[in-house]
């Protein structure tokens, strides 16, 4: 049977041992493929404040919950346990951060939009071509990936909604995208005689190897 998560529980992502216990901040109904599942807030030990869907992440309640009511000690079975130290109240959780809430086709949407200082036309030129060409300072396969689906989509932990592979095939499909735009945007210098050397010099290697890719004979 699924967990249902509630809010306070104690929990770890067995996926993830490394971000050590969680606390369930608050908890979303939400569906997968038509079937219920949650959708968290919970602040790890080890790695913050995540959201992340039941559908996709495997989670482990680490402790069973308080029972309603405290176990009654029967008459006679002797002496009457001394009270309990009074303890000062737990501070109240963090409010969790709104997500938005996406379809899987805004979630494409967001993923392969291009930002708007690399296509604003009332930008110069020499501002967006700079723009234009530190993006590609992401990778596919590093941590730069996930900070790249975190600024295009504005989701905490965007694996909760698309595994990387899905994620992978986004950035695949973005890069094409910032590949036909680095072009116009060259073919536009060529035409208005804008000098882009001394920021193309100034550009990061995979910026380097999209030119070369992209402008053989420059």
């Not at 067995?14 to 968290?40: D, F």
């Not at 723009?131 to 590093?142: E, F, I, K, M, V």
């Amino acid at each position: 049977m699924t967990t249902e998560f509630q809010p306070n529980d104690k929990l770890q992502h067995t996926g993830k041992p490394e971000w050590g216990v969680g606390t369930v901040l608050s908890v979303q109904r939400a569906t997968h493929e038509g079937k219920p599942c949650q959708r968290l807030t919970v602040r790890f030990d080890g790695a913050g404040r995540k959201t992340i869907n039941t559908a996709f992440a495997a989670l482990a309640l680490l402790s069973e919950r308080a029972p309603n009511e405290p176990n009654k000690k029967s008459p006679g079975s002797g002496p009457a346990p001394a009270p309990a130290e009074k303890t000062p109240p737990a501070a109240p959780p963090e409010p969790a951060r709104t997500e938005p809430e996406l379809s899987e086709q805004q979630l494409a949407e967001r993923l392969a939009h291009l930002p708007d200082p690399l296509v604003d036309p009332f930008r110069d030129l020499e501002k967006r071509l700079a723009d234009t060409l530190a993006s590609y300072r992401y990778q596919p396969g590093d941590r730069t990936l996930l900070e790249w689906a975190t600024t295009q989509t504005g989701l905490t932990d965007p694996l909760s909604i698309v595994s990387r592979h899905e994620l992978e095939q986004h950035f695949t499909n973005f890069r094409i995208r910032l590949d036909r735009h680095l072009k116009s945007l060259l073919d536009e210098a060529r035409r208005t005689r804008v000098d882009t050397r001394p920021i193309i010099a100034n550009a990061p290697a995979p910026a380097q190897h999209a030119l070369r890719r992209i402008n053989p004979a420059r």
